[in-house]
């Protein structure tokens, strides 16, 4: 180890990761002598010990190199984000670029945006070094940015890839490195996406034949500097994703917008601005970029907690709506009054109190689906042409009775933006975990910000007829049946009992779930071939019930867990009064209750 780690040290680009690995060694190194007791040397001990077991992990092999990129913490070592890995990383990217490209002119071009993480620009100058170096024609974004900016420059100006530095809604002591593919390296529907197989196989061989940091040649100028026509561009297009629009309406509609300290707080309120929602309010605490994220545990607003600032402002201005971007913005929470969900005040007002609540990423996901599939019927579209609404795997199946209802092909993708946005036809996808894709044309990734304009632009026609979005879930609910969707997960400090908890459920799943028999279980491992079309391997398992209750359960892609999809369907009458809807509401909310404990005593997790 001591040589591993001095080796690396030596090799080391930047001096503030290779002393930390210097002084986590010399602590490690420094353990008092057997015969040396008392609370001084009991503390040495431990110190080696912790030091010992950390030089461990950042030594357990290189970053991989796996969905979309990079994403790990900060600090010294191969299995951490730092200079000598992202220098690494950006050398391998650049030979796989050149051997697609061999021989070709122009030379191979590159896109490199970063946010306002600790480190982001530093590894976007490095990015940017090493390419311009081997003779890639680099342009780089201006400033910190979120990524659906990065995402539409690819497309822009026919990039070849595009690398985006952010770590999305991580924690803040963690950064990643994105990669997109396009121009000649990729064509057709999935042109600027994210890298897909066998591409990322590819370049993470590449990256594992670079010999050392120093053996990467960086140059010290020679890449472009973009303008702030970037942003305008993207700006532009992000604001007319809902054209036409009542400008009275629009004005009217008052939204409250936390960015989370991430980058896109005033670019969204720029963006809903210029296609006419002039009402918009920034939380003051959170508008700022910030790479502490101090006022949140968790810079993600699935998480409790995030938007308690966004929701007392709405509260106190009596807003309509809270629409919450991640830090890097390419997601989009929505908030507002349900009054399904107000409880008598107890003690202090609060917004939950008065009924606001988070709408789901599926809820979101429906509304802007039958928003699309509205839209698409409504325009002339060229024969032959096979508009597809499209959600990944987890995600509700209200998006496949939607498409149906409009004559609209659907497809199911595996979980990721990677394959929902290289889905032919593309004209609306999404993921319940508050992905939104409404301009495909544009930007072919998630993108919360023109996901905004659109949900910003149904509730203000909904309100000119005296209704809200919860009206219009309503709607979808007499159509196809109230959908409730809800998660089960397990975070696993040992990593084997991950893979040892798939194998027990798929040799013991369980017989009945939530009251009604379990009729079919899919192996995804073994890919699917279904009227959602086929699908590749993947490691997971779908279980559906004679009540047509379905279960999705996958190891997470990103996270130590393992994770439980639910959905249950309810019936609704097509003339169901608001009576009808709470009942089924209700039965809904009992049924994801129960089917919850089942699947938490399929996957072991009782008493957890």
Request: charged letters at 25%.
């Amino acid at each position: 180890m001591v040589r591993r780690v001095g080796a690396w040290v030596a090799d080391d680009p930047d001096p503030r990761t290779a002393d930390e690995l210097t002084s986590l060694l010399q602590t490690a190194r420094d353990t008092p002598e057997p015969g040396d007791d008392g609370p001084v040397a009991d503390l040495a001990r431990q110190e080696a010990q912790a030091a010992r077991a950390d030089l461990e992990d950042r030594f357990s092999g290189l970053l991989q190199f796996g969905t979309a990129g990079l994403r790990g913490e900060l600090g010294g070592g191969p299995h951490r984000m730092n200079r000598a890995v992202v220098i690494r990383a950006a050398a391998g990217l650049a030979d796989f670029l050149t051997g697609e490209l061999e021989g070709a002119t122009p030379p191979p071009r590159v896109v490199v945006g970063y946010d306002a993480r600790h480190n982001s620009h530093t590894f976007a100058l490095d990015t940017a070094a090493v390419m311009t170096a081997v003779g890639i024609d680099v342009l780089l974004l201006p400033r910190p940015l979120p990524t659906p900016v990065l995402a539409s420059a690819v497309r822009r100006f026919g990039a070849d890839a595009g690398v985006m530095v952010t770590a999305s809604h991580n924690p803040p002591q963690d950064n990643g490195y994105k990669v997109y593919l396009g121009g000649r390296v990729v064509t057709g529907a999935g042109q600027g996406a994210q890298i897909v197989p066998p591409a990322d196989t590819a370049i993470a061989a590449a990256i594992a034949r670079v010999p050392s940091v120093a053996s990467v040649p960086r140059a010290a100028s020679g890449w472009t500097v973009l303008g702030e026509d970037v942003v305008e561009a993207y700006a532009a297009d992000a604001a007319a994703v809902a054209p036409g629009g009542d400008p009275d309406h629009r004005a009217r509609l008052k939204v409250v917008v936390t960015p989370l300290h991430g980058v896109g707080g005033a670019l969204t309120r720029d963006v809903l601005t210029r296609a006419g929602f002039t009402d918009v309010t920034l939380v003051p605490e959170q508008a700022e970029p910030d790479p502490d994220f101090p006022t949140v545990a968790f810079p993600n607003p699935e998480e409790p907690g995030a938007t308690d600032l966004a929701l007392a402002l709405a509260a106190a201005m009596r807003a309509d709506l809270v629409v919450a971007v991640d830090p890097d913005a390419d997601r989009c929470a929505l908030a507002l009054i349900d009054p399904r969900a107000h409880v008598p005040a107890r003690g202090p007002e609060t917004p939950q109190a008065d009924g606001w609540r988070m709408l789901t990423g599926d809820e979101v996901g429906a509304l802007l689906g039958a928003d699309a599939a509205a839209r698409v019927r409504a325009d002339d579209r060229p024969d032959g042409a096979a508009p597809t609404l499209a959600c990944s795997i987890v995600s509700s199946r209200l998006l496949a009775a939607i498409a149906a209802d409009a004559g609209l092909r659907f497809a199911s993708t595996l979980t990721g933006f990677k394959w929902i946005s290289r889905v032919d036809g593309l004209v609306f996808g999404y993921e319940e975990a508050l992905g939104y894709c409404v301009d495909p044309a544009h930007v072919r990734d998630k993108d919360g910000m023109s996901a905004a304009v659109r949900v910003c632009d149904l509730a203000a026609r909904l309100a000119a007829e005296g209704r809200t979005l919860v009206d219009a879930l309503d709607d979808l609910a007499r159509a196809h049946g109230l959908h409730a969707t809800g998660q089960v997960s397990a975070r696993f400090a040992d990593l084997s009992r991950i893979g040892a908890t798939m194998s027990a459920l798929r040799e013991r799943p369980p017989a009945q779930l939530a009251g009604s028999p379990v009729v079919e279980v899919v192996d995804l491992a073994a890919g699917t071939d279904d009227d959602r079309g086929g699908l590749p391997p993947t490691d997971g398992l779908r279980l559906l019930t004679a009540d047509g209750t379905r279960v999705v359960v996958r190891p997470s892609g990103t996270e130590p867990k393992v994770k439980a999809y639910l959905e249950v369907v309810v019936p609704v009458a097509a003339d169901a009064d608001r009576g009808a809807l709470d009942t089924a509401h209700r039965t809904a909310r009992e049924r994801l209750d129960h089917l919850a404990a089942d699947v938490r005593t399929a996957l072991g997790l009782d008493g957890s």
